[in-house]
């Protein structure tokens, strides 16, 4: 509670009067901070048609986001409660849950789209591919943000460009062969 009034620039005892304990504190913050890659997740969507391209817009979505909200881009890969049976959690809780379903949704909308324009394998399993897809950009993006001199003096890449570079191998493992082929593309590309 003192780094948090701290960081807010209150007294602990003034935040007292308006939260309970930490425990409300953070199941708001993580609430907030679920709200905020809703919003560029949907934001990323809408910004454009082509399957790839919507990847793509995801991608630059969380880089913004994790750079315009690095508290929050940690706080969405923490553990968030989903036993709501047992009674003692709090509604923010809940919420929280409810709007990062929204975000699986969505991110199981572009999949089936993307596999329905055969610009994506046809053989996803939908719900472990979006585990997998968290997983792996995030993973992306936290490394690149933490080893970022070590990537550029053992690799030889910025921090955008092997961002780049990962985000490329994530999609090439999703994305059909035949809609490379289309396009004249190849996979290794």
Not at 37 to 56: G, N
Not at 98 to 125: A, H, P, Q, T
Not at 172 to 179: F, L, M, T, V, Y
């Amino acid at each position: 509670m003192d780094d948090i009034a701290k960081a807010a620039g209150y007294s602990k005892a003034t935040l007292y009067v308006y939260f309970e304990n930490k425990e409300e504190i953070v199941s708001i913050l993580a609430l907030e901070s679920m709200k905020k890659l809703y919003d560029s997740i949907e934001s990323a969507l809408a910004q454009q048609e082509s399957t790839k391209a919507r990847y793509e817009s995801i991608c630059r979505g969380l880089v913004h986001y994790q750079e315009e909200f690095p508290f929050y881009f940690k706080m969405v890969l923490d553990k968030i409660n989903v036993d709501f049976e047992k009674g003692d959690c709090l509604p923010e809780e809940k919420e929280t849950w409810r709007v990062g379903e929204e975000i699986n949704e969505m991110i199981r909308d572009f999949l089936i789209s993307g596999m329905e324009k055969g610009d994506l394998r046809r053989d996803l399993e939908i719900l472990p591919t979006i585990f997998n897809f968290w997983g792996m950009l995030s993973g992306i993006i936290r490394l690149a943000d933490k080893k970022e001199e070590y990537i550029k003096n053992t690799v030889g890449l910025s921090r955008p460009q092997f961002m780049e570079y990962g985000f490329h191998m994530l999609y090439c493992s999703i994305a059909d062969d035949r809609s490379n082929q289309k396009t004249g593309r190849n996979v290794d590309e």
